[in-house]
């Protein structure tokens, strides 16, 4: 890298930071939890997204800014759960800004619970961009492998929680999800850890109750 | 972006073309097959490689050039397969550049026939950066997702071919083989695609005949 390309980095970071602190702000102020997920391409950020969908309604208002490269495909699956959803391709960037949430961040209703930001499918680039969040998960699902957490440690470093996903192929695979759990909380120690199979079921009681928690903390915080 | 971003990006492309340029003349010069590997992190790279050292014993020589962020783990699982290997690691970076490659080619033995370079994993920035090679493959795995070549459209349309991993999965997933390779060759009408399972076998055999039939005509183009 030259220290040309070095010092425009440091420029956009410090841009971004900026942007991502009055989103944060917004959302405190309005009570809502704002989440951002990482993770590589196809490891179930959607379908998980789609379960919470299923969960959380009657008893909580979610809404959902989609980040892909091409293509509305994932927020057409969201508002197929009948949840608000904008899509933001971002035509060739690797990663969400936190001014591309800034801009759609009006349209948002000021009366949800939960905002869930799924970045584009990447376990490198979304780690270094605030987007305003205050809870932060990375996705690993089981087919990637147990080795990933060491050789993609600023994921796992930025993030609050791991969600180790598509725990029904654990059987079919040579995954261990202890070993996976065990290498990202070398990396990042009192990181939250959860399994779930969003197809199947399993752990998302767990997950739910993380968030609902957390959305409370939030809200007397700012009480 | 900002127009300083944009014009760094484009110098940094022009550089880096330059220095792929010499190292495919170089590459060529030898006789030696340059091959490229682009996908997700987890989509079985490493693996596939594996497959192909145990395959190519005894009737070619390889050679590996790992690119991970972090860890030594991939290029040691090559070598223990008796094959040479180095790790470039990028502490950060999200993909391999020409000019990392053209430090490490100095030490490839002069007598190898395929020369691979496994790059990190990311789907979307080592797209845009021409390493040398004379082949690039795209490899999407089957718990992927069929619907990713549309929404990662740039990997798919720099590649030569399309590799179609872990088919073993297909039947516990909701994963259309035909319809990845449709929307594949949607983008990139030509690109070749080979359906494997590195672990089980299936579909090495074409893909072992089209990487020999690949030297074959790089060998012939030169003499």
Redesign the interface.
Known sequence: ??L??LS?TRD?LATNKQAAGAIRQELRARGILGINLLS???SGKTTLLEALADRFRGRFRMAVIEG????E?DAERIRAKGVPAWQITTG???HLEARMIGRVLGDVPAAIDFLFIEN??????PASFDLGEDLRFVLL?S???D??P?????AFLSADGLILT?A??VP??PFDPARAAAEALSIKPGLRVFTVSAIRGDGLDALDAYLVETLERLRSGRA
């Open positions: 890298m030259t040309k390309t425009v956009l590589s391409p196809g892909d490269i091409e293509t495909r060739g960037a690797c584009v499918g990447n376990l490198v680039c699902s087919p990637e492998g080795d990933k060491a050789k993609y440690p600023q598509k029904d192929l079919y695979l």
